[in-house]
Every structure is written in structure tokens, then in C-alpha cells.
């Protein structure tokens, strides 16, 4: 009842105002009449009408709305400040929510699966610890004997080629076990999931499609459920279409799906031993989703437990015998951990940028504030109480942040699209970046929190104003901040100079790359002839894997003198001379080593290490071949995985020696040195055309310099360094600026004392002198305090860095000198200025 | 200023509004009048604190206001005290008592 009349009565008066006005004056009218004129003066009536017009909650929205108004009206009435402030706060607020929409889905959204956290990544732990993609065996195995998992699944990647519509696609898929899309929880959209009855053996050809394909290729037609397509030459039944926002994140890019169709029957992988397969390849990711009322815990002791007591009927070979145990993560962690310390970095860099743009907003409105002492002084004079006071400036600071925020919003849908296309190809969830409500939510908050803090110092300041230190404790805090800033992109500067500088164990130089899917090892002879002969390339090889590519093929390695892993390159003859590696010993393959001949490999010189004595003349046997090779020859090493990654142990052998032919190949061309025929760009038609006379069907993709292949490979840390780079170069613009308005500010206000000075004969070089040191100073401070907080801000950026401490003393001096520089830069200005002040001056200024 | 020692003590207008208003509805004058003349001139009704008042009783849901006629044929804001309104002189009275009563009994006793 009471609340009714609350809201109600408040709204009447919100709403009628002036029917509410009347009706207060009429009572009070009546009042004063009765009450006679002697004891009515004006003077009371005013106060009474203020003092009963003041009571209810309405009257505080009206007071608020009266301060908005008057706030928009001051921000108007001085554009430049407004349009300062407000970008400055933009850039701010703009920023911080671009990164934050980069960030959000990635570190702190759950996957869109049901019960995201029961799903958990299981990998095989290599010796030295890394991770190892399982084998179909280990799958096997596990799905077998596992308890503690509802749904076991394994995945590999599958690049089929779609032919009969249209003209041939090369498509992104993936070949699954049956229970792929039981364990991520997400059922198709139309027809019906894989079966365990359909994964085995010599089964039916059936595939899934993505929405995006479904929509694309087959014109969202319902009817496509059970008709056939053609993949590579053969007949598959579409059985199912997923749901459009499926967000595969083991590989984002498939468009299709079909079962890897692998033996399993248990007396497969029994005490015979069948381990010539290829199922027994560590080339496997496995996911699993942990049974509905056991702990993730449980089960990650579990496997442990499995791992560890081999059991009779799965018997285990020597390379995947899950000795070193298995590495259980949940999926969540293992899809983010490898960018989690660039974004963690990112953030942290734009959270800086947001203070140091909020700091210089707040140095604006003080200086403003000396301007507005005398309006302010005349509010209290009249009455005003010190909270009304310091609410309505704390209103002007929060509008000029929601003008700011909501011009920062403007630029972060722009930013976060920059952001996406300068992102990393690796970076997870990119499908779920955008200005969507949480990402909103914070850029409101942060908003809020900008009004909020620039306002407070002006705010509480507005009576006792001690402005030179104050503002003189904001630069230093601006350049402070700056410098961390700065030190952080000067770090990862050098990082990646750095690693730059590693050799990659190869010549980049004039190398194209491509990939190809090749029917047959016949064809691919042919083709490399074909290439050979096109004007321009001065030779051409394939190879299974590709440096620097994101391919990473590795397999155990049984030699007399123990096991070891390497990854496995079988490539045409050419290979290393066309890539550029060098020989160290012994000789390299040629044209006759063919099937049929003596096996033989090359091996690379860390391995020849690893496995110690003279390699030349050793015998291996590698992953599931059961022949013994023989070592002819070692080369120097090569980075595979990434120019900071040590793994370069590697065995080469050649193509039609190795136990089947890997239909994916990497085709790498060397240009010849003339510079007519050396645009690779312009190379590139001719060598397809090339590729097709030999087989129309063949599907090329990727292509790519080497070079870039080299640059591409750093992608993670050249995107942490772009954007600190852009960050560090605003917070540099800022804390100029700002050291720059405080001097010209104080400038302003000690004209009469500089007017002075000159006129008891100080000269101008004195002047500037004296404003110049008062602006070094605060610049020193600034870089004092921001070392100590740049050291503690490159220790957390230390897993980003690469051949350079966090003391890395060239990038501080370097700095701190740039810095210093541009403050000087910033004092010159006002201090100039100064010296031209004439002494008149002191005797006009009131 | 020269009122401050015969304004009503704080927080006792409410209770001497709803009191004043169990005897009869009454306009804003005929409530502070007839305060002053009970309190024999003791307590003195500041209007602006008086108009105040009424606006949070009315909002309480303790009285009603209604615009009428005055025996004098003017029209004037009459207040009413509701049910919810006459409760709350019940309770507002016993603790009125209570902390009168408290005060004396200190303002009695001896060292």
C-alpha cells in the first residue's frame, strides 16, 4: 500500500510537474492566509515552498536530470576540451573492449558444449614429457577398458575432395570415431549422428556436413539427407547436418566429417601383436567426456591407473606403451593454454592504456577546474551543500564518459575486426569474437568506472585545490605507466628479432610452397617433371610435412641401441637441396633409392647426437615399419614446430620407400636467381597449370612463401608485439600530452611570477631552464616508478619473451631515453613560451 | 533563529500530526494552529517541516488528503486519517511513552 503511493505519487509529480506545483502553492497559499501577512513574509514562503518541494525520491531524478542537462550544457559550451576528453576516453574505452571481446570467449566463456567441463583432452606424454598425439591402439584400448568416461572419441584431419557438382573443392573435414559428437554433446541438426555400427571396417561411406557447407554447397536443402556426394572419387551418404552454431574447436574450419573406420575388434590388438598398421601411427587427438557423477579427478586417476597396467589382451608396441603415462587436460585448458599468455598479456597492456587515458582526463578536468573555482565558490555562496556539489561535478565526469564510451564502442566493433584479421590462425573461438552482450555489459562498466575515477580527484578537490601537485602526481603516474607500456613492446620487439635471427636450418629464401593431394606416387613423378620443366624454377621436390607449416608428424624409433621419436619426412630425392639443408655427413638420397633397393634414411644431426657412435651404417625401424633402413647420410637440423622449439630430431627417407604413399604433399619450388623470372607471386600460375596437365583433379592449396611460412610461424608473438606496439605508442602520445598540458598549464598560472623573474633581470634561457627542469623532474619520477613496475610487468610476459631477459638493459636505456626525449619534447613548448613572457606582463595580469 | 527553542521536538511531528488528526480531518493551518494552541504556544510549526511531514504520512498510507470546501468557503487541503494511519499513532504513542517515561525516571533519580 505504502509502496504504491510511493511510486505512484513520485511518479504524478515526475509526470505533472507543474499540476504538483500548483498544488503545493495552493495549500500553501491557504496556509499563509490563515497564518496573516505579519508572520508570512516572502522570505519564509520561499523557504517553505523549497524546503516541502525538496521531499521524495522524485525530486532526487529531477535534481539529477537538472545536473545532466547542465553538464551537456558546459560540455557544449567548450567543444575543444569535450572533443579531447572524449576521444581520449574512446581510445580508452574503445580499446579495452576490443580486447576484452578478443578475450572473453577465449579465457573466460565455457565452450558451447553441454557440461563443458566434463570434456577432457588425452594425449600420450613423449619422453622428454611433450605431448603425443595417441594411436589408434591406445583408443582402443581405452574405450575398452576405460569406466570413468561416457564417451570416448579420436580424430584426425581429413582434407577430401568434393567432385561432381560444380567445379572440384578441396574441403576441411576430419575422419572421427563414432562417438566424436556424443562426447563434445552436440547431436546434428538433421538426420541422424554416427553409430558404433558404422565405424568399423570396409563400412558404408557416410559423412556429416557443417551447417556452413549444408547452406553453401547444397542450398540448405533438407532433401540432402541420404543422397550421395563424391569425395575423392567415391560415393558417400550425407547421414547428417550439424547445427550452424557447432563450434568445433578441435579444427574450427571443418565443413565435413566421416568415420576413420579403424579395426578395433579386441583380438586385433591381441597378444599377436598386429602392429604393422597404420593405426598404430601416433596421429590421433582423442577427447573424452567424463561419465555424468564422477569427477573429472576420478577419472584422470583412472586413466593413470589404465596406463600404467598394460593388460594381456591390448598388447602395446614399443612406441606406444604409455610409459611415460598420459597427459589428461580438459579440453577448455588444452583449446586456450596456447594463447592464454599473449591475451593474458594484451589485457594487462590495455588495462594500463585505459588508466593512463583516464589520468589524462582527469588532468583536463582539474585543469578546468581552476577555471570553474569561481562558479563553483558562487554555488556555495548560495547555498549548496558540498555532496550537492561533488555530485554534479561526479555528473559531468560520468557524461563525458558515457560520450567517450559510447564513441569507444564505435571504435572497438571497427577494432575488434582488426583485431580478428591481425589474430594469430591459430587463435581458438574466433567464430565467438564480437561486440555481443557480456563484451557490451563491460564496455558500460568500464564506462561507468572511467566517469567515476576521472571525476573523483576534480570532485573531492573542487574546495582545497592543490592542483600543482596533483596534476603533477598524474603525469608522473602517465609516464610511469607509459614506460611499462613501452618496456613490454621493446621486449617482445627484441623477442622477435630474436628468433628471427635463429637459423631455421634452411634457406627461405626464393622458396615457394604448396600442397597438393596426389592420387598416386605415379602422378606425383610426373608432376614434379612437369614443374621442373616451367621457366623460372631451378628445381622442385615433394616432401609429407612441411617446416614451419603447422605440420608435426612424429613416430617412434627403434634403434639397435634403444627407442627413440622423430618426426618423419618422406620426401622426393631433391628435397633437402631444393629447401637448402645442408648435408654434414655421408651422402643424400637420390633417384635410386626406390622400392626395392636397400632402405636407407638421413637422419638429422641432433638425432645422430641423441643416438650417439657413428651413425653412418646404424639400422633403424620407425613407427609401424617393420623393415630395418640404414643411415647413409646426416643434415643439418631443421625447425619444425617453431623457431623456438628444440624439436628437431628427424629421419628423411624417401617417398617410394616408405611403407605407403601420403597422399598430402607439400610441393617446395626454388626460384631460379633471375630476377625476370624470380616474382614467386607470378610463378605461382604457371606451376599450377603445370600440376594440372598432369591430373586436372588435383587440389592445390596453401600456397606460400617460405619466408612468410617463417613469419607466419611467429604469429602469436608478432600479434602480442603489434598490439603493444599500438598501445605503447598511444600511452607514449598521452603522457605527452598530458606533461605537456600540465606545463603550459602551471605556465599559464605563474605568468605574474616568470614576468617577475624577468624583470629583476632573469634571462630567457634562465626561464626556459626553470620550466624545463620543473617538467624533467616529474618525467625522472615517472621513470622511476615505472622501471619498478616494468620489471614486475615483463616477469608476467616472461613466457612470451625469447632470448632476452626481463632486464634486458638495451630495451630499458632505449626506453627510458625515448621517453625522456619526447618529455623534453613536451616541456620545450610551455617553456619557450615562458621565455617570451615580457615583463610587463607582471604588473597587467590581475 | 529566535524559534529554536519552540520548534517542535525532533521527531515528534509525526506523532502530533496523526494525534491532531484522530480528533477530526483537518487542513494544514488547523493541524500547526491547534498543536500550537494544545502545546499552549510551546511548540511552534515551522510550515515548510509541517507540509514535509504530511507528504511522507500521505506516502506512508497513514492519511488521505482531499481537496475541499472550508466553512469559510475556501478550498483546502483536508487530511484523513486511514486505518494504517490510526495503528501507527497506537504504536507511535506506547513508544512515545516508553521513552518519556525513561527519561524522566533518569531526569528523578537521584546521584
Redesign the interface.
Known amino acids: 500500500?505504502?509502496l504504491w503511493?510511493?511510486v505512484s505519487?513520485g511518479l504524478w509529480t515526475l509526470t505533472h510537474r507543474r499540476a504538483a506545483d500548483q498544488?503545493?502553492a495552493?495549500?500553501?497559499q491557504?496556509?499563509?492566509?490563515?497564518?496573516g501577512p505579519e508572520r508570512a513574509s516572502q522570505a519564509?514562503v520561499t523557504?517553505?515552498?523549497?524546503?516541502?518541494r525538496?521531499?521524495?525520491w522524485e525530486n532526487l531524478i529531477e535534481q539529477t536530470l537538472a545536473d545532466i542537462r547542465y553538464a551537456a550544457r558546459r560540455l557544449r559550451s567548450s567543444p575543444a576540451f569535450t572533443i579531447i576528453a572524449a576521444l581520449t576516453l574512446a581510445v580508452g574505452v574503445g580499446a579495452s573492449t576490443a580486447i576484452f571481446s578478443v578475450v572473453y570467449p577465449i579465457l573466460f566463456e565455457p565452450l558451447p558444449y553441454p557440461d563443458a567441463g566434463r570434456v577432457l583432452m588425452i594425449s600420450d606424454r613423449g619422453a622428454g614429457g611433450n605431448r603425443v598425439d595417441v594411436t589408434f591402439g591406445t583408443y582402443a584400448e581405452l574405450a575398452a577398458r576405460g569406466r570413468s568416461l561416457s564417451a570416448l572419441a579420436v580424430a584426425k584431419a581429413w582434407q577430401p575432395t568434393l567432385t561432381g557438382r560444380a567445379e572440384p573443392e578441396r574441403l576441411d573435414g576430419q575422419r572421427v570415431s563414432a562417438d566424436y559428437f556424443r562426447v563434445l554433446g552436440i547431436p546434428p541438426l538433421l538426420g541422424r549422428n554416427f553409430d558404433a555400427a558404422d565405424d568399423r571396417p570396409h563400412g558404408a561411406n557416410l559423412a556429416m556436413i557443417s551447417d556452413a557447407l549444408w547452406r553453401t554447397r547444397f542450398a540448405g536443402d533438407s532433401a540432402i539427407i541420404g543422397q550421395p556426394i563424391a569425395l575423392d572419387g567415391d560415393r558417400f551418404t550425407v547421414i547428417g547436418v550439424m547445427p550452424g552454431g557447432f563450434d568445433n574447436v578441435l579444427q574450427p574450419s571443418a565443413q565435413i566429417w566421416s568415420l576413420l573406420q579403424y579395426e578395433s575388434s579386441a583380438g586385433f590388438f591381441g597378444a599377436a601383436g598386429n602392429h604393422d598398421a597404420r593405426e598404430w601411427g601416433h596421429h590421433l587427438t582423442m577427447i573424452a567426456r567424463v561419465r555424468a557423477g564422477l569427477s573429472v579427478e576420478t577419472a584422470r586417476r583412472e586413466l593413470g591407473d589404465l596406463a600404467r597396467t598394460p593388460a594381456p589382451e591390448f598388447a602395446r608396441p614399443y612406441w606406444a606403451n604409455l610409459d611415460n603415462g598420459l597427459i589428461v587436460h580438459a579440453l577448455q585448458d588444452d583449446v586456450t593454454a596456447g594463447v592464454r599468455p599473449a591475451l593474458l598479456a594484451i589485457l594487462g597492456a590495455v588495462l594500463l592504456v585505459l588508466a593512463i587515458a583516464c589520468v589524462n582526463v582527469t588532468n583536463l578536468l582539474l585543469a578546468r577546474g581552476v577555471q570553474r573555482r569561481g562558479e563553483l565558490g558562487m554555488r556555495a555562496a548560495l547555498g549548496a551543500s558540498r555532496g550537492r556539489i561533488v555530485r554534479q561535478l561526479l555528473i559531468e565526469s560520468l557524461v563525458l564518459a558515457l560520450l567517450g564510451g559510447a564513441l569507444g564502442l564505435a571504435f572497438a566493433s571497427a577494432g575488434t575486426r582488426v583485431l580478428v584479421a591481425l589474430s594469430p590462425p591459430e587463435l581458438p573461438r574466433s567464430s565467438a569474437i564480437g561486440i555481443n552482450g557480456p563484451v557490451f555489459l563491460s564496455a558500460f562498466g568500464v564506462t561507468l568506472l572511467c566517469g567515476v575515477c576521472i571525476g573523483l580527484i576534480p570532485a573531492l578537490q573542487h574546495q582545497r585545490p592543490r592542483l600543482r601537485s596533483t596534476r603533477g602526481a598524474l603525469v608522473v603516474a602517465e609516464v610511469a605507466l607509459a614506460l611499462v607500456l613501452l618496456v613490454g613492446a621493446g621486449l617482445l620487439l627484441r623477442s622477435l628479432d630474436s628468433l628471427l635471427s635463429i637459423p631455421p636450418g634452411f634457406n627461405s629464401a626464393r622458396v615457394l610452397t604448396m600442397q597438393v593431394q596426389l592420387p598416386s606416387e605415379r602422378v606425383a613423378r610426373q608432376t614434379l617433371d612437369a614443374v621442373r620443366r616451367v621457366p623460372g624454377v631451378t628445381s622442385a621436390a615433394f616432401t609429407s610435412q612441411l617446416p614451419l607449416s603447422g605440420e608435426v608428424d612424429g613416430y617412434g624409433v627403434h634403434l639397435e641401441s634403444g627407442d627413440y621419436s622423430a618426426l618423419r619426412y618422406t620426401a622426393s630425392a631433391g628435397y633437402p637441396q631444393t629447401l637448402g639443408i645442408t648435408l654434414r655427413r655421408g651422402r643424400l638420397l637420390d633417384g635410386h633409392d626406390i622400392a626395392g633397393r636397400p632402405r636407407v634414411v638421413l637422419v638429422s644431426e641432433s638425432f645422430a647426437k641423441r643416438i650417439g657412435g657413428d651413425p653412418i651404417g646404424q639400422r633403424l625401424r620407425m613407427g609401424p615399419d617393420s623393415g630395418w633402413s640404414t643411415i647413409v647420410g646426416v643434415v643439418g637440423n631443421v625447425k619444425q614446430v617453431s623457431l623456438a622449439a628444440d624439436e628437431t630430431d628427424a629421419v628423411y627417407m624417401t617417398t617410394p620407400q616408405w611403407i605407403w604413399f601420403d597422399s598430402k604433399q607439400s610441393l617446395v619450388i626454388r626460384a631460379s636467381d633471375d630476377p625476370a623470372a624470380s616474382d614467386l607471386a607470378a610463378l605461382t600460375p604457371a606451376i599450377k597449370a603445370a600440376i594440372w596437365s598432369v591430373d586436372k583433379d588435383v587440389p592445390v592449396v596453401r600456397v606460400a612463401a617460405m619466408t612468410d611460412l617463417v613469419a607466419r610461424s611467429e604469429a602469436r608473438r608478432r600479434f602480442a608485439l603489434t598490439v603493444f606496439e599500438a598501445f605503447g605508442l598511444v600511452a607514449l602520445a598521452l603522457a605527452a600530452i598530458g606533461l605537456y598540458g600540465v606545463l603550459s598549464g602551471s605556465v599559464t598560472e605563474r605568468l605574474r611570477e616568470i614576468g617577475v623573474r624577468s624583470a629583476l633581470g632573469a634571462s630567457p634561457a634562465g626561464i626556459t631552464t626553470l620550466i624545463v627542469r620543473q617538467g624533467m623532474t616529474l618525467a625522472a619520477l615517472g621513470v622511476v616508478i615505472g622501471l619498478v613496475g616494468a620489471v614486475a610487468a615483463s616477469r608476467a610476459i616472461g613466457s612470451l619473451l625469447f632470448g632476452v631477459t626481463a632486464f634486458d638493459s638495451v630495451t630499458y636505456v632505449g626506453v627510458v631515453l625515448v621517453l625522456l626525449g619526447v618529455s623534453l619534447l613536451a616541456c620545450w613548448l610551455p617553456a619557450v613560451r615562458a621565455s617570451g613572457v615580457a615583463p610587463l606582463i607582471s604588473l597587467r595580469s590581475p | 533563529m529566535e524559534e529554536k527553542n519552540t520548534d517542535v521536538i525532533q521527531g515528534t511531528l509525526d506523532l502530533l500530526i496523526l494525534k491532531t488528526l484522530s480528533l477530526a480531518p483537518m487542513?494544514?493551518?488547523g493541524i500547526?494552529?491547534r498543536v500550537e494552541q494544545v502545546s499552549r504556544g510551546v511548540f511552534k510549526v515551522?510550515?515548510?517541516?509541517l507540509?514535509?511531514a504530511l507528504?511522507?504520512l500521505?506516502?506512508?498510507?497513514w492519511l488521505d488528503a482531499e481537496w475541499r470546501q472550508t466553512e469559510n468557503a475556501?478550498?483546502?487541503?483536508f487530511y484523513t486519517l486511514t486505518k494504517?494511519g490510526r495503528k501507527q499513532l497506537e504504536v507511535e504513542t506506547e513508544d512515545w511513552n516508553r521513552r518519556a517515561g525513561a527519561v524522566m525516571r533518569l531526569l528523578k533519580a537521584e546521584g
Open positions: 500500500m505504502s503511493r510511493q505519487r498544488d503545493l495552493d495549500e500553501l491557504h496556509y499563509l492566509e490563515q497564518l519564509r523557504m517553505a515552498r523549497e524546503e516541502a525538496s521531499y521524495g | 487542513h494544514g493551518f500547526a494552529r515551522n510550515p515548510g517541516s507540509l514535509v507528504q511522507r500521505e506516502r506512508a498510507g475556501r478550498r483546502a487541503k494504517a
